[in-house]
Nanobody
Framework: EVQLVESGGGLVQPGGELRLSCAAS????????IAWFRQAPGKEREGVSY????????DYTDSVKGRFIISSDGDKNTVYLQMYNLQPEDTAVYYC????????????????????????WGQGTQVTVSS
């Protein structure tokens, strides 16, 4: 079982930047797909970005492409989300999530930016963008 702990959220002005961290324990990152989601009050949880460290693939939702960068550090067992040019619409609780990166006979297609694809979740970190 993998445990996830997010950190790095805060209050920033529009145009500001933050770096979120997702520290994983109980597993190695290569065995999991790690994703970032966000949820604003009254809205559904939205997939932001994901990374498959085993094969080095990653992607982003269209609204953050060119502004956010996902990366990982295997030595620290941590996934990061670097966020630049933050805007008020980025305000949300940001969660990291994990699912086993199944291969071979056990592989099943899934949408890596769909919340229902993930089995493990952190507690979230608040990002507020306001002037």
């Amino acid at each position: 079982e993998v445990q996830l702990v997010e950190s790095g959220g805060g209050l920033v002005q529009p145009g500001g930047e933050l770096r979120l961290s997702c520290a994983a324990s109980g597993a190695i990152l290569e065995d999991y797909v790690i994703a970032w989601f966000r949820q604003a009050p009254g809205k559904e949880r939205e997939g932001v970005s994901y990374i498959k460290r085993r094969v080095g693939t990653l992607d982003y939702t269209d609204s953050v492409k060119g502004r956010f960068i996902i990366s990982s550090d295997g030595d620290k067992n941590t996934v990061y989300l670097q966020m630049y040019n933050l805007q008020p619409e980025d305000t949300a609780v940001y969660y990291c999530a994990a699912k086993p990166d199944l291969v071979g006979h056990f592989y099943k297609y899934y949408d890596p930016l769909q919340a229902g694809s993930y089995d493990y979740w952190g507690q979230g970190t608040q990002v507020t963008v306001s002037s």
